[in-house]
């Protein structure tokens, strides 16, 4: 039914069309306005073509003088960014770069490890242990047995003289191979007993008895050997370059039990200066030592300071009781001369400068009424025999007399921090040094060539 009413409606459709088809055609007064409109539509695109070309050279300006402006302004830009972005950051976690992070640390951990690894497995062969034993008398135990009533009551044995000495073991301190013939350097006051034996045991676990080929009096330093040849070395570093903070690694017998034990720290001070004892009633001064964190025990004395290269920076000589983690070392630049001398089968000369003195500071000054409070005052001491000036010394021959006042050497003022002893004791035996010296009311500068301390 649709079908056949749309055909009759094409069908008219078509009729109507030809029947009208002159009336259809376009007449003149239409051209004329179809004309006049198509001319309004040409104008009405050029206009529009005029107006895009400004609109798009204004871009254009724009983004010129957007750019210029921008880069003048991106440093203030950056510094807004960075700031926000720092205040953001605190409330939006940041997982990536801490797994960064973590894995850069972690590799940082394991290089540095393995590089203190590699110092103690080379090091440690050429550290060794020293046992010191004497003969002293033995004894006899009674009443040891926990059934007898002596034993119950008293609870320890009674103890008497036997019949004759054994030797035994009386302590214990670390060295290290400071040539491939058996010199070993170790600290004065591990051997300075000389009626006692000592006993050097290597990485291996092989003994050796051991002699003194010298003991610095000055410094904690001596040199022992013992016989045989092709034994490891460690070589020695330059202790006036270190930085605080630098890794430092100590190995050594400590508590005389545990042989090469090994501890890791750094270089916590320099130039440090104290007096320490020995335990067994003897005192030292001990000046320009390097201070560590690294553990350094009873038996630690004498062992090596290393640092992350493997090169010896120090000796170990002392700890502060009653404190963790403060060890002292004594700076390997200091024991080179005697390791020199000894090598060379040299006497180990210390220069004499030939004074008594008091230290000046502002009591001494204001109670001695001295124009200085600083200088190395010349004084007699409490016996006849304490002579302020030796007869005969460098200082005798230079003139100095009692009540002097030496104030300077080299052009080093003294003070309680660096004493007279302190500074001649880093010259040789015929060095020449000067002497700025307060002398009867005037100033004067002096020379004296050391000479050699006489036991």
């Known amino acids: 039914m649709m079908n056949i009413m749309q055909l009759n409606n094409e069908k008219d459709f078509v009729k109507n069309l030809s029947n009208s088809g002159k009336d259809n055609l376009p007449s003149k007064t239409e051209e004329t306005k179809k004309k006049k409109k198509n001319e309004k539509g040409r104008g009405y695109f050029l206009n529009n073509t005029v107006i895009t070309v400004i609109i798009l050279m204004s871009i254009a300006i724009s983004s010129l003088f957007g750019a210029v402006f921008g880069f003048m302004s991106g440093g203030m830009a950056s510094a807004f960014s960075a700031k926000f972005g720092a205040k953001l950051s605190k409330y939006i976690p940041i997982m990536e770069s801490e797994n960064v992070d973590k894995k850069i640390n972690k590799q940082q951990i394991i290089i540095e490890d393995s590089e203190i690894i590699e110092v103690v497995e080379k090091s440690s062969p050429a550290v060794v242990s020293i046992n010191i034993s004497k003969n002293i008398p033995s004894y006899r135990n009674y009443f040891n047995n926990p059934e007898d009533l002596f034993y119950q009551f008293f609870g320890y044995d009674v103890q008497t003289p036997g019949d004759g000495d054994e030797e035994q073991k009386v302590g214990g301190g670390s060295g290290f191979f400071i040539s491939s013939d058996g010199m070993i350097l170790t600290n004065r006051h591990v051997v300075e007993d000389q009626n006692a034996n000592y006993t050097v045991v290597t990485n291996d676990g092989k003994q050796y008895k051991a002699t003194v080929l010298a003991r610095d009096p000055v410094r904690d330093a001596a040199v022992i050997k013992i016989e045989g040849t092709g034994f490891p070395t460690l070589p020695l570093g330059d202790s006036d370059s270190l930085k605080i903070g630098q890794t430092t690694i100590a190995i050594g017998n400590s508590l005389g039990e545990f042989a090469n034990s090994v501890s890791r720290g750094i270089v916590s001070g320099l130039k440090r200066n104290l007096s320490a004892g020995s335990g067994f009633g003897t005192s030292e001064r001990l000046t320009d030592i390097i201070q560590t964190d690294a553990a350094i025990n009873p038996g630690n004395s004498g062992g090596p300071l290393l640092d992350i290269e493997g090169k010896v920076i120090g000796v170990n000589v002392a700890i502060a009781q009653g404190a963790q983690n403060v060890g002292f070392a004594l700076p390997i630049n200091q024991a080179k001369r005697v390791i020199e001398q000894a090598k060379s089968g040299k006497k180990i000369a210390i220069p004499f400068?030939?004074?008594?003195?008091?230290?000046?500071?502002?009591?001494?000054?204001?109670?001695?009424?001295?124009?200085?409070?600083?200088?190395?005052?010349?004084?007699?001491?409490?016996?006849?025999?304490?002579?302020?000036?030796?007869?005969?010394?460098?200082?005798?021959?230079?003139?100095?007399?009692?009540?002097?006042?030496?104030?300077?050497?080299?052009?080093?003022?003294?003070?309680?921090?660096?004493?007279?002893?302190d500074i001649i004791s880093r010259y040789n035996v015929g060095d020449e040094i000067t002497l700025k010296v307060w002398h009867k009311g005037e100033i004067k500068t002096v020379k004296v060539t050391l000479q050699e301390l006489k036991n």
Not at 371 to 396: C, H, I, M, Q, W
Not at 400 to 405: A, G, K, T
Request: proline letters at 4%.
């Open 353 to 421: 400068l030939g004074v008594r003195y008091v230290i000046v500071n502002s009591s001494v000054q204001k109670e001695a009424q001295l124009p200085f409070d600083y200088g190395a005052l010349v004084l007699r001491g409490n016996k006849l025999t304490e002579l302020a000036v030796v007869p005969g010394s460098p200082a005798d021959k230079a003139g100095i007399v009692e009540n002097d006042i030496i104030l300077e050497v080299e052009g080093e003022k003294l003070d309680q921090d660096n004493q007279l002893g």
